[in-house]
Every structure is written in structure tokens, then in C-alpha cells.
């Protein structure tokens, strides 16, 4: 029965992750709520799911034409960058703190999109 909450997790994520939208906003919260897993096991389980989600998502969109390869270097360079100098930082903050910040990562990232979500429908109704 496990595996089947597992398998839900995985759908979920790779789903998200498949349009775009990082399946980690779905999958993190799901297997530190739901499997009272902790937040840097959480987090490395997501990045290591990630990889071959990605590279799947990426070919495909790279096939339908939907990749612009002229700004990618540059969001490459600087992404290896800061994503080392994010697991050091990961690394030293304790599990507990590092869940609260993903849970104000994510409040953050909701009320942004709700905002966004108003003020995109408010200019439609104005014309």
C-alpha cells in the first residue's frame, strides 16, 4: 500500500514537472507531510527525481519547438552557481528551519500568483 502513496507522489510530481511548473512544489510537501520524511531527505529525493523527469520534459520540448536556447546559457551558468552555493547552505540549516523556509517559499510563491491571477483578469474586463 506503500508503493501505491509513493507512486501517487511520483504522478503528482511528474505531472508538474512535465508542464513546467516544478513537480518539487507538489512532491516536497507530500513526503514530508504524508510520509514523515525528513526535509533534506525530502529535498534530495526531489532532485534526484527531478533529473530524469527533466531531461524527458526537456526533449520533448525541445521537439515541439518550445525551448529558446538564446538566454539559456547564461540561466545555466548562473543556476550551477547558486545551486552550489544553495547546498551549502541547505547543508548547515537545520531540517526544521529548512522546512519553514520552503513553507514561506511557498506562501510567498501562492500569493504572487493570486496577485497575478487578479490583476491579469482585471485588465481584461477594463477594455
Same mark, same amino acid.
Given at each position: 500500500?506503500?508503493?501505491?502513496?509513493?507512486? #501517487?507522489?511520483?504522478?503528482?510530481?511528474? @505531472?508538474?514537472?512535465?508542464?513546467?511548473?516544478?513537480?518539487?512544489?507538489? @512532491?516536497?510537501?507530500?513526503?514530508? @507531510?504524508? /510520509?514523515?520524511?525528513?526535509?533534506?531527505?525530502?529535498?534530495?529525493?526531489?532532485?534526484?527525481?527531478?533529473?530524469?523527469?527533466?531531461?524527458?520534459? @526537456?526533449?520533448?520540448?525541445? +521537439?515541439?519547438? #518550445?525551448? %529558446? /536556447? +538564446?538566454?539559456?546559457?547564461?540561466?545555466?551558468?548562473?543556476?550551477?552557481? /547558486?545551486?552550489?552555493?544553495g547546498? =551549502?547552505?541547505?547543508?548547515?540549516?537545520? &531540517?526544521?528551519?529548512?522546512?519553514?523556509? =520552503?513553507? &514561506? /517559499?511557498?506562501? #510567498?510563491?501562492?500569493?504572487?500568483?493570486?496577485?497575478?491571477?487578479?490583476?491579469?483578469? +482585471? +485588465?481584461?474586463? %477594463?477594455k
Amino acid at each position: 500500500m506503500e508503493f501505491l502513496w509513493y507512486a #501517487l507522489a511520483g504522478v503528482s510530481g511528474g @505531472l508538474l514537472g512535465g508542464m513546467g511548473m516544478g513537480g518539487g512544489t507538489v @512532491l516536497i510537501p507530500i513526503l514530508s @507531510l504524508f /510520509f514523515n520524511l525528513g526535509q533534506h531527505t525530502v529535498q534530495a529525493v526531489n532532485l534526484i527525481s527531478f533529473i530524469p523527469m527533466a531531461v524527458i520534459a @526537456l526533449i520533448i520540448h525541445v +521537439k515541439n519547438g #518550445l525551448v %529558446d /536556447f +538564446k538566454g539559456v546559457l547564461p540561466i545555466i551558468i548562473t543556476g550551477v552557481i /547558486f545551486c552550489i552555493i544553495g547546498c =551549502f547552505v541547505a547543508r548547515n540549516i537545520n &531540517g526544521s528551519v529548512l522546512r519553514r523556509i =520552503f513553507g &514561506g /517559499f511557498l506562501i #510567498l510563491l501562492s500569493a504572487i500568483q493570486v496577485i497575478t491571477y487578479f490583476k491579469h483578469n +482585471k +485588465k481584461g474586463k %477594463d477594455k
